[in-house]
Nanobody, 125 residues
Framework: QVQLVQSGGGSVQAGGSLRLSCIYT?????MAWFRQAPGKGREAVAA????????TYAESVKGRFTISKDSLKKTLSLQMDSLEPEDTAEYYC?????????????????????WGQGLQVTVSS
């Protein structure tokens, strides 16, 4: 059983930066960040695999967002730079004990069994 507790988020103007954190228990092999905007489905933002040593990003955030993990502090982070109003959403961290080599599976909501509580990120123009 993996438990995830998120912190960070908030409001920022376009072009600004925010950092999200997610403290986890146990030792999940696969972790990711997802987001859900009002009236839309949940979409993957970034994912990383412990043993495959890979990180995967959604096209919409490449070059702006960075996913990282501190195994000693058991914290997953998402650094978000050059934020745009389109990044406004509820953000969730996710984890699972199964890793996938295919990027499409690493970015799939169904690949993760454990979820954080969600945090709002609002970017104003």
């Amino acid at each position: 059983q993996v438990q995830l507790v998120q912190s960070g988020g908030g409001s920022v103007q376009a072009g600004g930066s925010l950092r999200l954190s997610c403290i986890y228990t146990a030792y999940p092999f696969a972790m990711a960040w997802f987001r859900q905007a009002p009236g839309k489905g949940r979409e993957a933002v970034a994912a990383m695999s412990e043993h495959l040593g890979s990180t995967t990003y959604a096209e919409s955030v490449k070059g702006r967002f960075t996913i990282s993990k501190d195994s000693l502090k058991k914290t997953l982070s998402l650094q978000m730079d050059s934020l745009e109003p389109e990044d406004t959403a509820e953000y969730y961290c996710a984890a699972d004990n199964t890793e996938y080599s295919a990027a499409s599976r690493r970015l799939a909501e169904s690949s993760y069994a454990y979820w954080g509580q969600g945090l709002q990120v609002t970017v104003s123009s």
